[in-house]
């Protein structure tokens, strides 16, 4: 396999397991497990935030809104594996 489609795979997968942990801490945050407000909690909080909510963001205002349920990180993981299972299948 080609060493920059294995870096783009690795990427993806890293950006997919940053977006869970967005996603963890977040609703620990939320459910007041944890204190949103220590230093290293906001610090990962802050980063994954830049990281993930400009494209969360275009894709919340795409889907239907279900109460308080967001599916837009739930896309994009979907889309990620899809995209994965493109790439490696082009190859």
Same mark, same amino acid.
């Given at each position: 396999m080609n060493p920059i489609i294995e %870096? /783009? !795979?690795? %990427?993806? &997968? /890293?950006?997919?397991? +940053? /977006? %869970?942990? @967005? !996603?963890? %801490? +977040?609703?620990?945050?939320?459910?007041? !497990? !944890? &204190?949103? @407000?220590? +230093?290293?909690?906001?610090?990962?909080? &802050? +980063?994954?935030?830049?990281i993930h909510e400009p494209l969360l963001s275009k894709i919340r205002r795409i889907t239907p809104i279900f109460g308080n349920l967001d599916l837009s990180p739930l896309i994009v993981f979907i889309g990620i594996e899809i995209l994965i299972a493109v790439i490696i299948t082009i190859i």
């Open positions: %870096v /783009l !795979i690795m %990427v993806l &997968n /890293l950006y997919k397991w +940053s /977006l %869970v942990i @967005y !996603i963890l %801490v +977040s609703l620990l945050a939320q459910f007041g !497990i !944890i &204190n949103r @407000y220590h +230093s290293i909690v906001d610090l990962v909080q &802050n +980063s994954l935030s830049q």
